[in-house]
């Protein structure tokens, strides 16, 4: 599969994974950033984005995309952010092909099986009568009531894209991400460890990364190093940026 990418500046390659339901776009400030250094590749995951949709959304799938991609583009030794679901696809990919990989960023996701904690946000987004609307705000309006918090419905509505005939339609593969949504949140699996330099960083009013998790990541990514940003959630990232590239630049360089 060909990913849609964004390439950002030159140097050494670094590739980001945006998170579930997120796009490339959600990377734009900080891909620039990035690139005063490195060889940016902000990537749109499969079934999100303006990357190809397909009848499965896999975590094995979506590490074979990444892997196809760096053999696409001929890279060597990159390394990788990955936050959420990409947090994922990053560890998974690591642990499979750690000789591809320079230095891993994982931020707020922990290996371990998660439980299902975007029902609402599905139901939101069903509540939505794409046929019916007119504007982004009555599609807001729509999602209200499943998804009160304003910022996460922007976030959510990013997603939809305005067609030339004026009509509505959403970007990611709203099907295949609801039918395989038990593949996104479960656990990594690995035999072997990533030996080389991890940072992982957790905000510090996030719940997805927990005290218990960090022996999972001492057993898989034993050369880690845990970063908490205060006073951010879980779009650490988005909420912290210049703490966020700082703490990422000082690990890169």
Not at 5 to 11: D, E, L, N, P, S
Not at 12 to 31: K, V
Not at 138 to 166: C, I, S, W, Y
Not at 204 to 213: E, P, Q, T, V
Request: hydrophobic share 40%; no cysteine.
């Amino acid at each position: 599969m060909q990913l849609h990418y964004k390439q950002y500046g030159q140097g050494q390659p670094l590739l980001i994974l945006h998170g579930f339901m997120g796009s490339l776009d959600n990377w734009h400030t900080l891909g620039t950033q990035f690139g005063n250094s490195h060889s940016v590749f902000a990537i749109d995951q499969r079934n999100h984005g303006k990357s190809p949709h397909s009848d499965k959304h896999t975590l094995a799938l979506m590490v074979h995309d990444v892997k196809q991609f760096i053999e696409t583009h001929q890279l060597e030794k990159v390394s990788i952010i990955g936050h959420s679901m990409g947090g994922k696809v990053a560890m998974q990919f690591a642990l499979d092909y750690p000789y591809l990989v320079n230095k891993l960023i994982v931020v707020d996701i922990s290996p371990r099986q998660y439980k299902r904690g975007h029902d609402d946000v599905f139901k939101a987004i069903f509540a939505v009568e794409l046929a019916q609307i007119e504007s982004r705000k009555q599609a807001e309006q729509m999602m209200e009531m499943h998804v009160p918090d304003f910022g996460t419905r922007q976030f959510l509505l990013k997603n939809l894209d305005r067609r030339e005939d004026g009509s509505y339609a959403w970007k990611m593969n709203l099907k295949i991400l609801h039918a395989d949504y038990e593949e996104i949140i479960r656990a990594i699996i690995s035999e072997t460890s990533f030996p080389n330099p991890t940072l992982v960083i957790k905000g510090g009013n996030s719940r997805y990364i927990l005290d218990d998790d960090l022996l999972d990541f001492n057993q898989l990514f034993p050369n880690n190093t845990v970063v908490t940003i205060p006073n951010a959630g879980h779009w650490v990232h988005a909420e912290a940026p210049q703490l966020f590239f700082e703490a990422v630049n000082n690990f890169l360089i």
